[in-house]
């Protein structure tokens, strides 16, 4: 039986992906231009589930109170992989004035500055890492906005909206399941909610739904560009298996010879920029010089005329070169982490093991079948398999609380907003609630 609730679900689902997305692609409004609220640490407890511990870490946050009206509510950025996501980049702060919104954001624990003042940086063992769960994580969450309705006067019966994307739009769907008290409802913004585990296909059906999309949003836009970076995505993944890209590539302009260590690091570019320009068609501040990335990348592909050229176009977006040679030594080419890091890994190989990544043959990007948390050597000398590491989707969506009964009992608002086409994907979340009616 459907509840009303689900009912008025779905029609919040279709208007606010509408309002949500317009508001994404409003960037460049001026509030958030000429913002730059200070970034602050809040004094947080290390483990939250010992009452006696004392043990605390500074995580950094930001907060603007300017446009609160009392009773208004807190629009709260819970930051997730990467260091603090900049309340002046995030559309909650252009809702503030007309909501009477306070606006704050808190980084992750263990990412940014957001670390136990004991960690061991130079060689982290597991230890360092125990207190890196997904309790604490939403625990952060509950103490920072408590801490605001008690400070800002007025605020004390403010209800909290919590935001997240990606691995965030989990913790902000988990947020609500586990916190209803603390949390009032939540936008999940792209979250991964139901494609967990399963090394093999049967154990994870949805294995392959993240490049699914992103090769359905490419070849709706364009075939003809979406064959051409097929064809050269799978010369540029041939060569770096074979180390000869230098042949391969002869029309790829480098500004100096790149060594076998940087190919490898220029091929997980490109194919993570056809993955994010796919999800982020707007002027996405400080990742893409280009008001609209996809049609931008795919009128430059198809003006290209060889692979070597096709593969320079997300090359040169990414290190902000609009022409000219690439520079292999670009820190925004080479010379950052392929991945997000020890503290992401640490996360997925313990209790977010989301798969994503992996494209089925004939799909935008070469075919490829990693196993979910197969990278787990961090923080351990070898790799490492967590216990239930060959368990299925379904029994991690049973273990994460997000089964569509759960999700149907939470009495509280969850928003999930979708890929920008509002169309299959992985990530849709409660609009599968929608397929039931
Ligand atoms: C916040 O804490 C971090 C880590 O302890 C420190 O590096 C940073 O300088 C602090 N920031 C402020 C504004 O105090
Ligand atoms: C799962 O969610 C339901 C409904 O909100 C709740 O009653 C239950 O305690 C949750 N279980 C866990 C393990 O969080
Ligand atoms: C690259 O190396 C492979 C294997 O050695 C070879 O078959 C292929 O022809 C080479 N490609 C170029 C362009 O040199
Ligand atoms: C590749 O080149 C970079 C930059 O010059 C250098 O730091 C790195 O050590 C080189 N890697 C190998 C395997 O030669
Ligand atoms: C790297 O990217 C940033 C945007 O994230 C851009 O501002 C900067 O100019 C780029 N740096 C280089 C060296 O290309
Ligand atoms: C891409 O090319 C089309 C056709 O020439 C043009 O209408 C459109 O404005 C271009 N888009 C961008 C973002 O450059
Ligand atoms: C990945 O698995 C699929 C399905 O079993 C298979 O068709 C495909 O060839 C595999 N790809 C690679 C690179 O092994
Ligand atoms: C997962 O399955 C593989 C292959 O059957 C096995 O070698 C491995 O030990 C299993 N891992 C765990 C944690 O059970």
Request: hydrophobic share 40%; net charge negative.
């Amino acid at each position: 039986m459907l509840s009303s609730l689900t009912a008025h679900l779905c029609v919040l689902l279709l208007v606010l992906v509408a309002v949500v997305s317009n508001a994404v692609q409003a960037s460049t409004a001026p509030l958030s231009a000429t913002l730059t609220p200070e970034i602050l640490n809040f004094t947080q407890k290390l483990d939250h589930s010992a009452k006696d511990s004392q043990e605390t870490f500074q995580q950094s946050y930001q907060i603007v109170t300017d446009y609160f009206r009392e009773g208004g509510p807190i629009l709260f950025v819970q930051s997730a992989e990467s260091p603090l996501v900049l309340l002046q980049y995030n559309v909650f702060i252009d809702w503030a004035e007309e909501l009477g919104a306070i606006v704050a954001t808190l980084e992750h624990r263990f990412f940014g500055t957001s670390y136990p003042e004991d960690f061991h940086f130079a060689n982290p063992g597991p230890d360092d890492y125990a207190q890196l769960t997904l309790d604490n994580a939403i625990k952060d969450g509950v103490h920072f906005v408590n801490w605001i309705r008690e400070t800002v006067p007025g605020a004390q019966d403010s209800k909290v909206i919590y935001n997240g994307g990606s691995y965030g739009g989990f913790l902000a769907a988990e947020a609500i399941i586990r916190e209803p008290d603390a949390f009032y409802g939540s936008i999940a913004s792209s979250p991964l909610l139901y494609s967990f585990g399963g090394q093999t296909l049967e154990g994870n059906p949805h294995h392959y739904a993240g490049l699914d999309m992103v090769s359905n949003i490419w070849f709706d836009e364009s075939a003809e560009a979406a064959y051409k970076i097929q064809e050269a995505t799978s010369l540029f993944s041939r060569c770096v298996a074979e180390q000869n890209c230098s042949d391969a590539l002869p029309d790829l302009p480098l500004c100096s010879e790149a060594n076998a260590t940087q190919w490898t690091q220029l091929y997980g570019k490109v194919t993570s920029s056809y993955y994010s320009i796919s999800q982020f068609n707007y002027a996405f501040v400080n990742v893409w010089p280009w008001a609209y990335p996809l049609q931008t990348a795919i009128n430059l592909t198809l003006a290209a005329s060889s692979p070597g050229e096709v593969l320079a176009v997300p090359l040169r977006g990414v290190s902000w070169a609009q022409d000219g040679c690439i520079d292999p030594n670009n820190r925004n080419l080479t010379g950052q982490p392929t991945f997000f890091g020890d503290s992401f890994q640490w996360i997925r190989c313990t209790y977010f093991p989301g798969s994503f990544g992996d494209s089925r043959p004939g799909s935008l990007l070469p075919s490829s079948n990693t196993t979910v948390g197969g990278d787990c050597w961090s923080p351990y000398a070898v790799p490492w398999q967590a216990p239930d590491f060959n368990e299925t989707n379904e029994y991690f969506v049973e273990k994460l609380n997000l089964t569509l009964e759960t999700l149907d009992q939470t009495e509280r608002l969850l928003i999930v907003q979708v890929d920008y086409y509002a169309r299959s994907s992985p990530y849709r979340g409660f609009d599968v609630i929608c397929d039931y009616t």
